[in-house]
């Protein structure tokens, strides 16, 4: 287990990147902390995961917009874990807590199919539908399309939560099937 012993919190747990992410926290043995609007949803995949074990993940409702919810919730995550090993945040940030609490941060620039793109391409007609798919097709060397979030983006999510990363600070990780490479 990759995770044992750290206490993390995710947002956006009820939903794509964010659920994918707590599900692979809680099967590599860590203590996780849940936060979302869509309280239903979360704590289903929140229910799921402890289902799976061997972590175990608590849900709370936070709506990260509200600077005052933030704090409450991770007040009361940090009293119910215990403490916080995971977080982060700007390049700035990763600087200064980096030499101050030794605390590494980094940004993960994801090309991941969920529901959020899901919707989009439902909004599309079908020529604006068949436009966007042979772009991606074009745009995305591995594979032509979206990554998995349970393949391609939770490991990642997972080794940058380790200690693997120990050494890894300030840096955005690409998870977009070298999408980036590559314009038009
Ligand atoms: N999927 C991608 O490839 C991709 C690419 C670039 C950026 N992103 C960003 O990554 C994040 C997650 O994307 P996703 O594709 O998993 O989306 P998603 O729609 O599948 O999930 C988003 C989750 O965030 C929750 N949420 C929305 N507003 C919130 C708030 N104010 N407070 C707390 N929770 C809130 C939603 O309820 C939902 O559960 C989004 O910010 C998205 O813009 C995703």
Known sequence: MQ???KRIIVTGVASGIGAGTLRAYVREGATVTG???ADQAGEKIVAEANAERPGRAHYRHCDISAPEQVFSAFDAAARAMGGIDVLSWTRTIAYEWASKYNIRCNCVNPTIKTPMYQQYLD???AEA???HLASEKRQVPLGG?????DRDMAPVMVFLASDASRFINGQIICVNGGRNMLRG
Request: zero cysteines; charged letters at 25%.
């Open 3 to 5: 995770l044992e012993g």
């Open 35 to 37: 936060l979302d609007i």
């Open 129 to 131: 539908l068949a436009q």
């Open 123 to 125: 909004s599309l007609d």
């Open 145 to 149: 399309s979206m990554g998995d979030v």
